[in-house]
């Protein structure tokens, strides 16, 4: 399973944006180029309704063990601000 899966699977059950947590970024250093930022890997994806619940997330790491989706009963609300990106299935 990869997050291509999971996106078709949120938007089956209404998602219509998600927005992806990332590790920490990474700072790196090289010879030619210097200290550079890079950006951390998505640790999960947040799945969003219409009304902008979140319905549930995926945890990209986990997805091969069978665990990696969990859903909501209940979209909860969240309370700090985030980019939602809209979802393209």
Known sequence: MNLRTT?????AKGATHYHDSRY?????WC??????TEPGTIFSRH???PEGTEIGYAI???L??????????TPRVWG???EKIPLAV
């Open 7 to 11: 996106d078709r699977h949120f938007a």
């Open 24 to 28: 920490p970024a990474i700072r790196v």
């Open 31 to 36: 010879p030619t180029r210097g200290t550079r």
């Open 47 to 49: 799945y969003f309704n």
């Open 60 to 62: 990209p790491d986990m």
């Open 64 to 73: 091969d063990c069978g665990t990696g989706v969990h859903e909501f009963e």
């Open 80 to 82: 700090i601000p985030h």
